[in-house]
């Protein structure tokens, strides 16, 4: 799965979760100054994320995921 | 061998009465948010409160569940001394013992009564539920007294951005006793210690005690969000397998009130039918652990929303992460 694959992924799960437009979630962007995704709506991301590419994302590893990039590149990482 | 008698059983136990207490003081977001560096719309935003009640300085977690029950009992048709157990599950009550149950019993003249507490934190209702529909149909118990009962401001940091907006008192009991139908379903509970730091009051007792320093709750608040909803929506799906009903047939859904962002997480999860009603108490009352549930559901009957002999599902959860659930019909 391309890194493209996964952004287009997280992107449906952050509209789904958060009701903010897919195209607005960028690489670049942060989930909590850019896209106003708060601490409670990022856990059922990363939940959705783990359903979705069937990774594990620990508790411990969710404060480190702060851009949209930080959270694709860790997908296609332990995918 | 010696064959020892065992008591003559009941064949069904039920929930006959339900009372509730509310605190009179009024505590707004905007009040609790000037401590915290937060406003009102920050808190409904993370929580769905929009006010919460905290007790007067004469009253504790015994006398708010005391007067909880007295209302329970009224509405049973029942008298005090018609009690035979009295089981208050809180974490809040000033004495690692006597237990609040004791000081309950004795505040509403339940003289015949034997008491206990349940230390199972917001699960403690629910537990309760499960032990009173055991306790009846084997023979233990005729009429009980389970009062859920919270003094929690006493306990919290105001400084505390994570704890402080959520958590208010308040009590709540029901009484159970043999019925001719069954009215409890089968409790589906569990716990897991592992994660004992996850909700937990610190300092503890002990070290309390040598450095004056108050015990304060402390919540992992995303690790606590992530567990409810990722666990809680299978639990009330095994609790309504068991309870021989479908989803339905179900009137109300009245969850532990711990957020609104959890109850509507776990709502989505269950997949449940338009027409069943979600308790959201949590809006006016906060999160009152153990009281959470009886509240919620004296503010569903009161309001004609529930009525008597619905079918409502009751889920529990929190420190310990203990958590139990089950089908009840509405006393």
């Keep these: 799965m391309s890194h ?41 991301v990363v939940m959705a994320c783990e359903d979705k590419f069937g990774v594990t994302i620990p508790d411990t590893e969710v404060k480190n995921l702060n851009t949209v990039a930080d959270a694709v590149n860790y997908i296609a990482a332990h995918k | 061998m010696s064959t020892l008698k065992s008591p003559t059983t009941h064949s069904a136990a039920g929930l006959i009465g339900l009372g509730a207490y509310r605190p009179e003081r009024v505590v707004t977001n905007d009040e609790v948010a000037a401590r915290i560096d937060s406003s009102d719309e920050w808190i409904r935003e ?23 029950a007295a209302r329970a009992i009224a509405d049973a048709g029942l008298q005090p001394t018609d009690i035979d157990v009295v089981m208050v599950a809180t974490f809040t009550h000033r004495f690692q013992t006597p237990s609040a149950a004791a000081e309950v019993s004795h505040l509403i003249g339940a003289t015949n009564a034997s008491a206990f507490d349940i230390s199972a934190a917001c699960a403690g209702f629910c537990y309760g539920l499960g032990i009173a529909d055991s306790l009846i149909r084997s023979g233990t118990a005729k009429n009980i007294v389970l009062v859920g009962t919270e003094k929690l401001s006493d306990f919290l940091n105001p400084d505390d951005r994570g704890t402080a907006f959520i958590f208010a008192d308040g009590a709540g009991a029901v009484v159970i006793s043999a019925t001719t139908t069954q009215g409890i379903s089968p409790t589906v509970w569990g716990a897991d210690g592992s994660a004992m730091d996850a909700i937990i009051m610190e300092p503890d007792s002990v070290q309390a005690g040598i450095t004056h320093e108050p015990s304060h709750i402390t919540m992992q608040g995303q690790r606590v969000f992530r567990w409810a909803v990722g666990s809680m929506g299978d ?58 549930i009886p509240l919620a559901l004296d503010a569903l ?19 310990g992460l203990a958590y139990a659930a089950q089908v009840a019909l509405t006393p």
């Design chain 2, 235 to 292: 639990v009330c799906k095994d609790a309504l397998a068991q309870s021989g009903i479908q989803a339905t047939d179900l009137v109300a859904f009245v969850p532990h009130q711990a957020n609104l962002r959890i109850t509507n997480a776990i709502v989505k999860h269950l997949d449940l039918p338009e027409s069943v009603i979600v308790a959201k108490d949590i809006e006016y009352t906060g999160n009152t652990s153990a009281a959470s």
């Design chain 2, 301 to 319: 009957r009161s309001s004609g929303q529930i009525k008597t002999g619905d079918p409502v599902l009751l889920v529990g959860f929190g420190a």
């Design chain 2, 46 to 68: 993370r929580s769905g409160i929009i006010e919460r009640r905290y007790a007067g300085a004469d009253e504790t977690a015994a006398s708010m569940g005391a007067a909880a």
């Design chain 1, 4 to 44: 493209e694959d996964i952004l287009a992924g997280l992107a449906a799960i952050v509209n789904e979760v958060a009701g903010i437009p897919a195209e607005t979630v960028q690489m670049e962007k942060s989930f909590v100054d850019d896209l106003d995704v708060d601490s409670l709506s990022m856990v059922e």
